[in-house]
Structures are given as C-alpha cells and as structure tokens.
C-alpha cells in the first residue's frame, strides 16, 4: 500500500498489551506496526462461517478430551 494511503492513528494501550503485541511482533517477524495490522484485519476478515466451523473444532476437541479423561 503507497504510503499516502495510509493514516497515521494514535490509540492508548496497557503496558502489557504493548509487551504482548512486540514479543507477537518478534516471533512473527514483522513490525509492531505491521502486528497491529495484521491483527485488526484478521478480526474483520472473520465471518458466521468461520466463527461456525472455530466452535466446531473446540466442541470436537473438548469431546476428545473429555473421553481421555474418563478412560
């Protein structure tokens, strides 16, 4: 994206969010920036479809571990 599409934006974070998002940052290999980014248009990008097949696979896993459990 050219540089003067972009705006620049200036939000008020924890401390510990600010931690949590530069150690994400660092082990994704990109910018705080970038982080920031990349997680707002992730939690847009998430539809009825997606949000209906992630409690799928947690129902699924949970039965699985709840079996492991009582075996």
Do not use: C, W, Y
């Not at 409690?55 to 075996?71: F, N, P, Q, T, Y």
Request: proline share 3%.
């Amino acid at each position: 994206m050219p540089a003067q599409d972009r705006l620049i934006i200036h939000i008020r974070i924890t401390p510990e969010l600010l931690k949590r998002l530069k150690v994400a940052a660092a082990k994704g290999e990109r910018s705080l920036n970038a982080e920031v980014v990349t997680r707002l248009e992730r939690s847009f990008s998430l539809d009825s479809s997606d949000r209906d097949e992630a409690i799928r696979l947690l129902a699924e896993v949970s039965a699985i571990i709840d079996r492991g459990k009582s075996g």
